[in-house]
């Protein structure tokens, strides 16, 4: 059993927190049963760390401050692991673009709601980090199964040019022909929309019909439009 | 200017963190320039509170301690208010229940998407409170243009019972047909869905197709199936 947060597995272990070791190390830090079991059933697991005994293989027992030091959360979980960061590179033919999404749970959801959707890849032009916790948490598990991909919509539209780029306009209509795959729907910042630039690189504009408020929350513009993507087998996508 | 947070007034508003004392009240506390602007603009403003000096009616500077026991924010908002929490009555002809929905965050955000879809109603069954920190957050206004009724699923199926009721049914699919206004659509708990008994009391089931996870986010749930409710013209309500 460890006790000490200075014990110098931990001290590596908690420097995941930070994104450059994460990277570094091809590790992350994971919190719960929930995620700790998909991890496992995927053979991601590194190491395991429990408050309870364990006679697991790769699990070490901990004490709550250890395990606080490793979680940093405000409710310590009663579990937590350290897994491999899935590597996939095989970009799917629809795909999910989050420009500029700083808040992590829209991140998450969006990753989540990707998956449910068969959006295999969602690509992250400056967004939130992927792999902290809050966004770990967002994604219930739906990480294991995406390609996650750190690029810019530009650098995207370059290295995968036969994907049709989807925007959405606010203050406009809904322009262009209903796409076919391959095709990648991009999606703004919270505050600020979508990059007027990007916003020309794409062949394909979406507008939702809404009213009384200016805009909706980016997860659930995405959840209408990922849907609506997925769902329509009409020749227009009526929004 | 107020700079003891043991200030007789600020200890009275700061109670209004708390559910009784809002009740009996029917006062709230918004944070930030966005929140107080709209509430000014609907004559809903009891005294605004700001960090620097001003000039405005009913309008008191304080200290960054007194904003901070105010707000009970990590980030002390550079201006408050204690605002009238808006009484509506009237009951729309699309309306949303929230039926043991936990997290502020996706309370807030169903409320600022039924607006957006003309659901001008939203029921709370067991909810998250309305009008606390987090959730006033979410809304991003939307509190002030909606009627909000705390009551059981049951209780207004009885008060209104030409509301024909809309449930999710996430292991079964679609039944019933379109349903014509007036309408209620029920979303249940984060964790557990819709409860059976009320299921059993919808009139019509709907099931959004999804793959590779077993549930949506309730708020992207809620988001696309409010969407699809109010935008689609077909006889079928195809999801």
Chains 1, 2 share one sequence.
Not at 13 to 34: C, N, T, V, W
Not at 137 to 154: K, W
Not at 192 to 203: D, L, R
């Amino acid at each position: 059993m460890i006790t000490s947060p200075s014990n110098a597995t931990i001290k590596r272990f908690a420097k995941l927190h930070q994104k450059k070791y994460r990277e570094k190390e091809s590790l992350m830090i994971i919190e719960g049963p929930h995620l700790v079991d998909i991890a496992r059933f995927k053979g991601l697991i590194h190491t395991v760390f429990t408050l309870d005994e364990s006679t697991e293989s790769n699990t070490v027992q901990v004490s709550e401050m250890v395990m606080k030091k490793l979680t940093k959360t405000n409710h310590v979980p009663p579990i937590a692991a350290v897994a491999k960061i899935p590597k996939r590179h095989t970009v799917s033919s629809k795909v999910l673009i989050l420009e500029h999404v700083q808040d992590p749970g829209n991140v998450g959801t969006l990753i989540r709601t990707a998956l449910a959707f068969g959006f295999g890849t969602v690509v992250l032009d400056q967004s939130a980090d992927p792999y902290s916790a809050k966004v770990l948490r967002s994604t219930q598990g739906a990480i294991f199964d995406i390609t996650l991909l750190e690029m810019s919509v530009m650098d995207f539209k370059n290295t995968y040019p036969k994907h049709t780029l989807i925007g959405t306009d606010l203050n406009g209509q809904s322009t262009g022909k209903k796409p076919v795959e391959p095709y990648a729907l991009i999606l703004g910042n919270e505050g600020q929309g979508m990059k007027e630039s990007t916003q020309k690189q794409c062949n394909v504009l979406l507008k939702i019909p809404i009213k009384n408020i200016d805009s909706l929350n980016v997860g659930i513009a995405g959840g209408i439009l990922m849907h609506a993507l997925a769902n329509t087998d009409t020749p227009d996508l009526k929004l």
